[in-house]
């Protein structure tokens, strides 16, 4: 390391699961840039001395995990307008002037995702059906209708999150109960996973698939594994299937390029590394 290096890093707590020093270690070694990526733990309390002191160490900027997304809100000094819709920061990019922008790169990760794996693909064919009503269905939820999704039926197992997350959102939201959640599938375009059903140590996600269109696009964000039990019977029954591993390493891209200056790929060789365990 030198003092042209440059640094950059994601801070969590923990940190030590984060897939994202491997993700940009590769691409700094493929496009050959002087730069490092690490895993920062950082505590909650510790959070906002953290990031104002970035720039003194000399950091570009960070991405952020658990638990720090949304206090980092009220800590960067500027935030786009989509960090300030969806309530939360994933990457900050320190400026010149030492400000810190804050901004959120999970819907652009989860539409990147979706145009990569499925030719053609547009938000605006269909209705979508979003089950789960967290941070990330929040993130997903923006994107889509942004993206032009004509509907949007947000189904969770708490409808009160379900309706607070359509009446903080601008677009066609609509909230559905739970139980309902196999009748929501009826002409829709696209449904994604955004609970923790179907995770390693987790239920599957119990979804009664019969009335969903075999041309739909089905998408779970639950990357571990990989081949979640929804992927597998959708699959079977002839749909168009997305892991949930792209929009972990397409949501990387707009802060790869903002610190380090060069356009990522997100490459076959990219998802081998980054699911590997070798150095
Ligand atoms: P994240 O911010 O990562 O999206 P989260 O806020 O913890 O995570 O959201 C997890 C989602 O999984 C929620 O929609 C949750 O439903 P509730 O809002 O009812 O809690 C959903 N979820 C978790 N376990 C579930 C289960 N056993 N059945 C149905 N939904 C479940």
Redesign the pocket.
């Known amino acids: 390391m030198n003092a042209t290096t440059i640094k950059a890093g994601v801070m969590g707590w923990p940190i030590s699961h984060s897939r994202s020093p491997r993700l940009h270690g590769y691409w700094l070694a493929r496009y050959g840039i002087d730069g490092t990526y690490e895993a920062l733990a950082v505590a909650p309390e510790d959070l906002a001395e953290q990031l104002g002191s970035l720039r003194d160490q000399g950091f570009a900027g960070v991405n952020l995990t658990v638990p720090h997304k949304k206090a980092a809100l009220a800590v960067v000094t500027s935030l786009s307008p989509t960090a300030r819709a969806i309530g939360a920061v994933n990457t900050v990019v320190v400026g010149a002037d030492g400000k810190l922008e804050g901004d959120n790169t999970d819907g652009f990760g989860f539409l990147e995702n979706l145009r990569q794996d499925t030719a053609g693909w547009r938000a605006d064919t269909g209705p979508a059906v979003v089950l789960?009503?967290?941070?990330?269905?929040r993130a997903i939820c923006h994107a889509l209708a942004e993206a032009g999704a004509p509907e949007i039926r947000i189904v969770?197992?708490?409808l009160t999150?379900a309706e607070a997350l359509a009446g903080d959102l601008i677009g066609p939201l609509m909230p559905w109960s739970?139980d309902d959640r196999g009748t929501a599938l009826a002409g829709i375009a696209l449904v994604v996973n955004?609970?923790?059903?179907g995770m390693v140590g987790?239920?599957p996600l119990d979804i009664y698939l019969a009335s969903l269109p075999t041309e739909a696009v089905v998408n779970d964000i639950v990357y571990a594994p990989l081949e979640t039990p929804l992927l597998v019977a959708a699959a079977a029954r002839g749909n168009p299937v997305v892991d949930g591993l792209g929009m972990l390493l397409h949501q990387a891209r707009p802060g790869f390029e903002a610190w380090f200056g060069r356009s990522p790929e997100v490459t076959a060789g990219l998802r081998a590394h980054v699911l590997g365990s070798e150095p």
């Open positions: 789960g009503a967290g941070g990330a269905a969770n197992r708490t999150r739970w955004t609970t923790t059903l987790q239920d």
